[in-house]
């Protein structure tokens, strides 16, 4: 933790702070990169998502309050980043972001940065049906491989409440997958 | 049909890939993209450039100021009789107008141009030789 607000200070002072901040994304930008690809799936989405969110870490960053960790405020931003700009593409398109998100699966076969056979596709398909908060846990836990407890500070849920939640999406994505 | 269970399938990876070298550019990209926060340097250049707008603002101020006076001062001034001229032949203002605008103050001031006293009318019809040119009339 010590390290950690030493590390913010770098980010902070004008003269450590380009080399904080390539320290910053080298570490981030693969984990938060992934977590934003799991709830926008496209690609290019994902790219303009994961500059918006470091411009918004680096923009913020002073009123960072070292509460929660950095690590779990970044992935928060990331969340909120994300699923904003999904409900905004839905708008755009003037559809709803469940047939927005339908449309993006059927096309995942033909995403040039997709190489996913025909399981894959079935098992995004029903995290697709799941309520959103289920699919961030689903995606979280399962593809992310991340931690009940960085789940919760992440997501501000208790641990008994997301593991609940993440045995009912299993369920559900497992009879999905059965009957289909 | 066979009941699918996640815990016994092998890890189901979510296929999504990534552009080569993908991120070793968009650390690149965002490092170019971040805000700089370096105190901003105002060159001489700059400066000088205010210097010349303030310049060309009191040039301005200067040129506009005798046109203003020219114009002004050569407005015309408009003489009583001009004006009581132009508003008894042209004006459309008719008497009852003019009758409604008067209130009771105006009525009484214009009262006290006739108030003349019976002696005064008196000396006047006496000493006026035209009187019967008047009366005649």
Do not use: C
């Amino acid at each position: 933790m010590q390290e950690e607000k030493e590390f913010i200070q770098e980010l902070l002072n004008p003269k450590t702070q380009n080399q904080a901040f390539e320290k910053l994304l080298k570490e981030y930008q693969k984990p938060l990169y992934n977590h934003i690809r799991n709830i926008v799936i496209d690609h290019d989405d994902a790219d303009d998502v994961l500059q918006n969110t470091f411009v918004k870490v680096f923009q913020y960053l002073n009123r960072f309050k070292g509460e929660s960790k950095l690590f779990s405020w970044m992935y928060r931003i990331a969340t909120n980043e994300a699923l904003t700009f999904l409900s905004q593409k839905a708008k755009k398109n003037g559809v709803s972001s469940e047939t927005l998100q339908n449309k993006t699966i059927d096309n995942l076969k033909a995403d040039v940065y997709f190489d996913g056979n025909e399981i894959q596709i079935k098992l995004q398909k029903a995290i697709v049906l799941l309520p959103e908060k289920q699919q961030l846990i689903f995606k979280m836990k399962y593809f992310e491989e991340l931690k009940y407890e960085e789940i919760s500070e992440i997501l501000g849920t208790s641990v008994g409440a997301l593991k609940a939640s993440y045995h009912h999406a299993v369920k559900k994505i497992e009879a999905f997958v059965t009957t289909n | 049909m066979k009941t699918f269970k996640l815990e016994n399938e092998p890890k189901i990876k979510t296929g999504f890939t990534t552009p080569e070298n993908y991120f070793d550019d968009f650390s690149a990209k965002m490092m170019q993209q971040l805000p700089k926060k370096e105190p901003k340097l105002i060159s001489l250049f700059a400066r000088k450039k205010t210097w010349m707008y303030a310049a060309a603002a009191v040039v301005v101020l200067a040129l506009t100021i005798p046109v203003y006076n020219y114009f002004y001062s050569n407005s015309p001034e408009i003489d009583d009789v001009t004006l009581e001229n132009y508003i008894t032949y042209h004006s459309t203002v008719s008497d009852e107008d003019l009758v409604n605008l008067l209130d009771e103050k105006d009525i009484q001031k214009m009262s006290v141009d006739f108030n003349i006293e019976d002696k005064t009318i008196e000396n006047e019809l006496s000493t006026n030789n035209n009187l019967e040119q008047y009366i005649l009339n």
